[in-house]
């Protein structure tokens, strides 16, 4: 008798699956954003774009962050003082080092992937050339000054991923403990 019983899902059936309502998700968020137009000459934004490489556009980004993260990590009322200041000088410490050596390294491979990408020819040296693509006769055109940007960026991407640990932690680390010494010595300066 027990045994003829059926054991009955008291959940309703979901349609269409956790994808379709990540679309539907999706789609409701897109909708939510409002349409834009510009209007007037909006030649500055295509002349910015092609003008400020992505060494230019990771000083951009630090300089925004040093404004706004530390006063983030400063005002943080869940953690106690100490933990605080300690946060607010790793922040800053991050923040300069990896602004800093991304930079660096960006500027670095842009300029080494346009010295590596001349023109090929007779009295061009094979290394000079090794970037280069095929049927390049002319090194002034627009699409190709953005080639050489956006390889060193791929170049120098790859080349990150190893200055992450050996150069950014290190850097970081040092910096960390100089600023919570300063903070240290001011402390104990206004108390003796």
Same mark, same amino acid.
């Given at each position: ?10 959940? $309703? !059936?979901? +349609?269409? @699956? ?6 539907? #998700? %999706? +789609? ?5 954003? $409002? ?11 295509? %002349?910015?774009?092609?003008?400020? !490489? ?12 040093? &404004?706004?993260? $530390? ?23 991050? =923040? ?5 050596? @991304?930079?660096? =390294?960006?500027?670095?491979?842009? *300029?080494?992937?346009?010295? &590596?990408?001349? $023109?090929?020819? #007779?009295?061009?040296? *094979?290394? *000079? !050339? ?7 006769? *002319? ?6 000054? +953005?080639?050489?940007?956006? &390889? ?16 950014? #932690? ?11 010494? %300063? +903070?240290?010595?001011?402390? @104990?300066?206004?108390?003796?």
């Amino acid at each position: 008798m027990a045994s003829n019983m059926k054991i009955q899902s008291s959940s $309703p !059936s979901f +349609q269409g @699956g956790i994808s379709s309502a990540l679309r539907s #998700a %999706k +789609q409701r968020a897109m909708n939510a954003v $409002p349409d834009m137009e510009l209007s007037g000459n909006t030649n500055w934004i295509n %002349k910015a774009g092609e003008k400020i !490489s992505s060494a230019e556009q990771r000083l951009i980004l630090g300089a925004s962050a040093l &404004m706004s993260q $530390p006063f983030i990590d400063a005002h943080n009322r869940n953690v106690d003082e100490k933990t605080r200041k300690v946060s607010v000088a790793r922040t800053i410490a991050k =923040i300069i080092a990896g602004t800093a050596t @991304g930079f660096a =390294i960006r500027k670095g491979c842009i *300029k080494a992937i346009k010295a &590596m990408s001349q $023109p090929r020819g #007779a009295n061009v040296p *094979k290394w *000079k !050339s090794f970037f280069t693509p095929k049927d390049i006769t *002319k090194t002034n055109t627009d699409a190709f000054m +953005q080639y050489r940007n956006a &390889m060193g960026t791929v170049v120098a991407l790859l080349v990150m991923m190893f200055t992450n640990f050996l150069i950014d #932690a290190p850097l970081t680390k040092f910096l960390t403990n100089a600023l919570i010494k %300063k +903070q240290e010595d001011a402390k @104990g300066g206004n108390n003796g």
